[in-house]
């Protein structure tokens, strides 16, 4: 089955600074790439998302990159405000069992 | 528009006790998920279902079993609850699956005496 790798497992940046997470996944047949924000106390909220047909998304501050060949891909966010704190989950999607979760990156924004 | 509703938001249980987990969704959406969640894991599939009266499997079904009766409602029942089963569960539901976003509700988070 699909296999997700999430880095690091915790960020800590200064606010205004940029925050990168990084994902590599590893069943080529997967083309559907969400990111969920999750709050404490609360359930996954998607993001952003990105296909495989599709190599940058952008979203105000949010944006992500996919690198269909090396199996990766990344969330980039920029100019960190603290509503950005929260942890941050990358998957991957495409076949018939729905996505497959990285185990989460929790971000921290130091004011 | 509620979107995804879970019930309960929280319960404590006895060791081999039973009870079922609710997940209402709104949005007549054909695919529902169970997902557990747990500390440095991430969110782990345990059921999931591709329509009203269907059910499968996924990562980690065992101690659990679900029910799909209306579209709308996807039930999580732990038969005999066991200490491993401390948790929090989500529940998603999806248009299709694999290539689209799921919504999750808020989570049951369940601890086991």
């Known amino acids: 089955g699909e296999n997700v790798e999430q880095h690091p497992s915790t960020l800590s940046v200064q606010e205004g600074d940029s925050a990168v997470i990084k994902c590599t996944y590893s069943d080529s047949a997967s083309n559907y790439f969400p990111w969920y924000k999750q709050e404490l106390g609360k359930g996954p909220q998607l993001i952003i998302d990105?296909?495989?047909?599709?190599g940058e998304k952008k979203d105000q501050r949010i944006a992500v990159t996919l690198n269909k060949t090396a199996k990766h891909f990344s969330l980039h966010i920029t100019e960190t405000q603290p509503e950005d704190s929260a942890v941050y989950f990358c998957t991957s999607g495409g076949g018939a069992d729905g996505l497959t979760f990285g185990k989460g990156t929790h971000l921290i924004i130091q004011p | 528009n509620a979107g995804v509703t879970q019930t309960p938001k929280f319960r404590v249980l006895k060791t081999g006790q039973s009870m079922t987990l609710l997940c209402a969704q709104d949005?007549?959406?054909?695919?529902m998920y169970w997902y557990r969640q747990d500390p440095g894991m991430g969110l782990r599939l345990i059921h999931y279902s591709v329509g009203e009266g269907t059910t499968a499997k996924g990562e980690v079904p065992d101690g659990y079993n679900v029910s799909r009766l209306k579209k709308q409602n996807f039930l999580l029942g732990l038969e005999s609850a066991a200490p491993s089963q401390t948790s929090v569960y989500f529940c998603?539901?999806?248009?299709?699956?694999?290539?689209?976003?799921?919504?999750f509700g808020d989570g049951t988070r369940l601890s086991i005496l």
């Open positions: 949005m007549n959406h054909e695919y």
């Open positions: 998603a539901s999806s248009y299709t699956t694999g290539n689209q976003p799921q919504h």
């Open positions: 990105i296909r495989s047909n599709v």
